[in-house]
């Protein structure tokens, strides 16, 4: 595809729920990373991929976040009981490789709204 | 841990004057990059500028420049000739240039809204 897509572009759920949101990268990128911006503030960092593994987890909140990308390009990030406090727009980002040099390009994200 | 701020919450600007944003971080690190994003209402950030900081010249990318200060942590976004489509949240961001895959991530500052008046 041309830029990075996210799906869905708004998810409600009532806390307690479970919620999955995914990311499509760039083609060919091989880093993929995960941001969540509340409302009002800027975009905080989650988690950052480097082809199919984890290669720094350590903006995840807790044990309720959980992410994926099992063949190196889609990336799902999975959320268990949810709660009012996850609401955010959730951002998903790709880069070529994981030279620091490379930009990263972002997505639309997906608005949660945890009811 | 790196911090980005923007002391700026909201900015106004008419048309076709000059605007500059502030931006201050905090980093023990001598190797870095900073930049500067926009986020319109579609909210996907789009990269405006980029700074490396072993470089001294101010990046320039047609209307936008930045007035970067290494020894004062101070990086400010100079937009020329505003026009209309520049309204919209404006982000400065910190990234560490070098080490392990920790601290590949971009940190952000809280954003300032812009504002274009016709």
């Known amino acids: 595809g041309a830029g990075v897509s996210q799906t869905p572009s708004n998810k409600v759920t009532e806390k307690g729920k479970y919620v999955e949101l995914r990311c499509d990268p760039i083609?060919?990128?091989?880093?993929l990373y995960w941001y969540r911006q509340s409302l009002g503030q800027g975009p905080e960092f989650l988690i950052y991929?480097?082809?199919?593994?984890?290669?720094?987890d350590s903006g995840l909140p807790n044990d309720r976040f959980f992410a994926v990308r099992p063949e190196g390009s889609v990336s799902t990030l999975k959320i268990q009981r949810t709660e009012r406090g996850d609401s955010a727009v959730y951002l998903c980002?790709?880069?070529?490789?994981?030279?620091?040099?490379?930009?990263?390009?972002f997505g639309p994200g997906t608005r949660l709204t945890v009811l | 841990a790196q911090t980005v701020t923007q002391s700026q919450p909201e900015m106004s600007v008419q048309e076709a004057e000059t605007v500059t944003l502030s931006c201050t971080y905090d980093?023990?690190?001598?190797?870095?990059?900073l930049f500067w994003y926009k986020q319109p209402p579609s909210r996907q950030m789009i990269l405006v500028i980029r700074?490396?900081?072993?470089?001294?010249q101010n990046a320039t990318e047609n209307r936008f420049s930045v007035n970067f200060q290494k020894a004062a942590k101070s990086f400010s976004l100079k937009i020329s000739d505003s026009q209309l489509g520049d309204a919209a949240m404006y982000f400065c961001?910190?990234?560490?240039?070098?080490?392990?895959?920790?601290?590949?991530?971009?940190?952000f500052g809280g954003g300032t809204r812009l504002m274009v008046k016709p």
């Open positions: 991929f480097q082809g199919t593994g984890a290669a720094d």
């Open positions: 961001a910190y990234r560490s240039a070098g080490g392990n895959n920790a601290g590949n991530m971009l940190t």
């Open positions: 980002a790709s880069s070529l490789g994981p030279d620091r040099v490379h930009e990263q390009f």
């Open positions: 083609s060919g990128h091989t880093a």
């Open positions: 980093t023990s690190e001598s190797d870095y990059y």
């Open positions: 700074q490396e900081a072993y470089k001294q």
